[in-house]
């Protein structure tokens, strides 16, 4: 998946824009869902990270590692 291999590279503008155009194009992928809910928590917009990591969750409620990364971004939201 090309936005994922730009997320772990770093490229995270570049990543964002490959995962928007795949959402997009297919706005039931979950996994696009996931990436850019994860893009958007390693830039701090947890507010967007969360409208993501929901939607992931949405279609596809029992996928551990979504709820993890939900988790995390609600924890953060605490503390701001």
């Not at 990543?15 to 990436?35: D, F, S, T, W, Y």
């Not at 929901?54 to 503390?79: D, M, W, Y």
Request: charged letters at 30%; proline letters at 2%.
């Amino acid at each position: 998946y090309l936005g994922d291999a730009y997320f772990r590279s770093g490229k995270l503008d570049k990543a964002a824009e490959v995962v928007g155009e795949a959402i997009k194009a297919h706005p039931e992928n979950r996994v696009a869902h996931l990436l850019s809910g994860s893009i958007n928590q390693v830039r701090g917009n947890y507010e967007d990270s969360q409208r993501d990591l929901e939607k992931s969750l949405e279609l596809a409620p029992n996928v551990e590692i979504t709820k993890q990364f939900l988790g995390r971004t609600q924890r953060v939201q605490q503390f701001m």
